[in-house]
T-cell receptor
Framework: QKEVEQDPGPLSVPEGAIVSLNCTYS??????FMWYRQYSRKGPELLMY????GNKEDGRFTAQVDKSSKYISLFIRDSQPSDSATYLC????????????FGSGTRLQVQP | SAVISQKPSRDICQRGTSLTIQCQVD?????MFWYRQQPGQSLTLIAT?????????ESGFVIDKFPISRPNLTFSTLTVSNMSPEDSSIYLC???????????FGPGTRLTVT
């Protein structure tokens, strides 16, 4: 079983829709949670960075962490065709290994 | 944040040769990482490179195949040695900022081995 599970999609939505992207994880030691956006042939771009449980909002993006359920989400409001990309969740512990453990990525397509 | 550049952006290499990938960051950072991303796949950590110490390799990756240098706080290199077609992949450099612990990625080096 992978430490981080993420539905690979593809997820296709119409422009303006609310998008929900999710990851589950098994290691309760994970405390830092990130979401990256990766366009084709580009490096991952950091979108959201949260510590422990709770919500964080940045423009059209909201990240949620539910540590009791080991479940994290990224919501995109008013989705745009430019949001079409692969979204990767990532996480790491507070101590020890500093590198990130990634989900497999969800490919999102926003149809105009 | 951190701005990271990688050279080369892409290369086509022959089997048995070696390629050195450079990673330059615009600020001093302690932690640097090298990842590999196969087409359509997620990221796999190759090694962690801290300035002033030997790189730490993940299971399945060895120093003879992927030697890493970290001469200062803004630069690192990854060499892919004795390449085979199985090494065809995207190689990504990543840094963790010392102040916020956020991790940023370079644009990647797309390697094709023929």
């Amino acid at each position: 079983q992978k430490e981080v599970e993420q539905d690979p999609g593809p997820l296709s939505v119409p422009e303006g829709a609310i998008v929900s992207l999710n990851c589950t994880y098994s290691n309760s030691a994970f405390q830092y949670f990130m979401w990256y956006r990766q366009y084709s042939r580009k490096g991952p771009e950091l979108l959201m960075y949260t510590y422990s449980s709770g919500n964080k909002e940045d423009g059209r993006f909201t990240a949620q962490v539910d540590k009791s359920s080991k479940y994290i989400s990224l919501f995109i409001r008013d989705s745009q065709p430019s949001d079409s990309a692969t979204y990767l969740c990532a996480m790491r512990k507070v101590t020890g290994r500093r590198a990130l453990t990634f989900g497999s990525g969800t490919r999102l397509q926003v149809q105009p | 944040s951190a701005v990271i550049s990688q050279k080369p952006s892409r290369d086509i290499c022959q089997r048995g040769t070696s390629l050195t990938i450079q990673c330059q960051v615009d600020s001093q950072v302690t932690m640097m990482f090298w990842y590999r991303q196969q087409p359509g796949q997620s990221l796999t950590l190759i090694a962690t490179a801290n300035q002033g110490s030997e790189a730490t390799y993940e299971s399945g990756f060895v120093i003879d195949k992927f030697p890493i240098s970290r001469p200062n706080l803004t630069f690192s290199t990854l060499t892919v040695s004795n390449m085979s077609p199985e090494d065809s992949s995207i190689y990504l450099c990543s840094v963790e900022t010392d102040s916020t612990y956020e991790q940023y990625f370079g644009p990647g080096t797309r390697l094709t081995v023929t």
